[in-house]
């Protein structure tokens, strides 16, 4: 929402009294990356991905079930990964002093939020998976 009256604002202020917002560029990257990232947890643990089930027909429920636990177990370790990336990325913009382009706000920030949003997406991926394993077993076992 922030980032649609932003352009809302930008449109007005540079077509309407010919005055840009200064800095807005910089600002429209850190609200896209927060949209994104920071909705990411709550996408994959909804299920609310794109998914393409072009061989789901050819699976059997309990198959499909042990095929999915294995497709979140890698997911899980691909987010982990991806958060220790960017935390060493995080860690490089800190020691840099990078900052955005127009208003010289720091990254560091930023990264080292979008680091630990992806890293708590692979763990809470990886423990759902378990779970529902456990349950399954527990369940097959009674």
């Known amino acids: ?17 010919n005055a840009p917002i200064f800095g807005r560029q910089d600002l429209a ?3 896209l990356a927060c949209s994104i990232f920071l909705a990411l947890p709550v996408v994959t643990l909804r299920g ?9 027909s050819l699976f059997s429920n309990r198959a499909a079930f042990w ?7 890698l997911t899980s370790g691909v987010f982990m990964t991806m958060g220790f990336w960017l935390y060493e990325r995080a860690e490089k913009a800190l020691s840099r002093g990078s900052a955005t382009e127009m208003l010289f ?11 630990a949003v992806v890293f708590a997406t692979g763990v809470l991926v990886g423990l759902r998976s378990g ?8 369940d097959s076992d009674t």
Do not use: H, S
């Open 29 to 31: 990257q850190i609200l």
């Open 131 to 138: 779970y529902l394993i456990f349950r399954t077993q527990r």
């Open 48 to 56: 609310q991905q794109i998914d393409v089930d072009l061989l789901d």
């Open 105 to 115: 706000l720091p990254k560091y920030p930023l990264l080292g939020l979008i680091a």
């Open 67 to 73: 095929r999915n636990r294995a497709i979140e177990l």
């Open 1 to 17: 929402m922030a980032l649609m009256c932003l352009t809302v604002a930008e449109v007005v202020a540079r077509y309407g009294f």
